[in-house]
Each structure stands twice: as structure tokens, then as C-alpha cells.
């Protein structure tokens, strides 16, 4: 019943900045942690970036200092700021939400990627 929707991709020059969404639909309580992974070919799947419900955050070494990740849980809602973007942050852009739904269930819901291509 959970569905994620990404948008914000695209093409961008070196130094350009991309801001990512992810919206969830469907019975959600709240969001307790979302996260950002990507995906570039030949290469498996790494986490860019992760925040919990805390406040909690955490980047991966490659991003830290250029890339910020935000929320907005009134509208279930997760963001990726990527500033000074560099040809090799191109990949597939994925989000993950964990959260918890009004029966006190958690699940964990991916959306479908978004490509973001940063030329040189």
C-alpha cells in the first residue's frame, strides 16, 4: 500500500547542483529513518546517505561536505541536495524509507531510481 515516487533527476555540468525527492503515498505513521543509495554501472549499489527520526546523520565519505539529506514528514517526504556535483556521482539515485504505518507496523519501501548524469 506504500508506494515511493523520485524525481529531480537529469543532466547536469560538473559543479551543478541537483535536488532529489521522494514522496511516499499510503498509511504511513511516520518516517523513523530514510536514506539515499545510488548505483553506477558495473558497481554495486552503496548508501550515499541516511538520516534517522533522531536527527541522526550520516554520509558516505565520497559526499560528505557536498551532498545534504532533509525531510519533510508532514508530507512523508525525503530530500538529496547535491551540490558541486562530479562526473562520477553519476548513477541511478534510489530512496529508502523505513517507516511505521498507524498500526505500529515497520516496513522498509524503495522507489523506482532516477538517473543523474554529471558530464565533464
Known amino acids: 500500500q506504500v508506494q515511493l515516487v523520485e524525481s529531480g533527476g537529469g543532466l547536469v555540468q560538473a559543479g551543478g547542483s541537483l535536488r532529489l525527492s521522494c514522496t511516499a503515498s499510503?498509511?504511513?505513521?511516520?518516517?523513523?529513518?530514510m536514506g539515499w543509495y545510488r548505483q553506477a554501472p558495473g558497481k554495486q549499489r552503496e548508501v550515499v546517505a541516511a538520516k534517522t527520526s533522531g536527527g541522526s546523520t550520516n554520509y558516505a565519505d565520497s559526499v560528505r561536505g557536498r551532498f545534504t539529506i532533509s525531510r519533510d514528514n508532514a508530507k512523508n517526504t525525503v530530500y538529496l541536495q547535491m551540490n558541486s556535483l562530479k562526473p562520477e556521482d553519476t548513477a541511478v539515485y534510489y530512496c529508502?524509507?523505513?517507516?511505521?504505518?498507524?498500526?505500529?507496523?515497520?516496513?522498509?519501501?524503495w522507489g523506482q531510481g532516477t538517473q543523474v548524469t554529471v558530464s565533464s
Open positions: 499510503g498509511s504511513i505513521f511516520s518516517i523513523i529513518i
Open positions: 529508502d524509507l523505513y517507516v511505521r504505518d498507524y498500526s505500529s507496523r515497520e516496513m522498509s519501501y
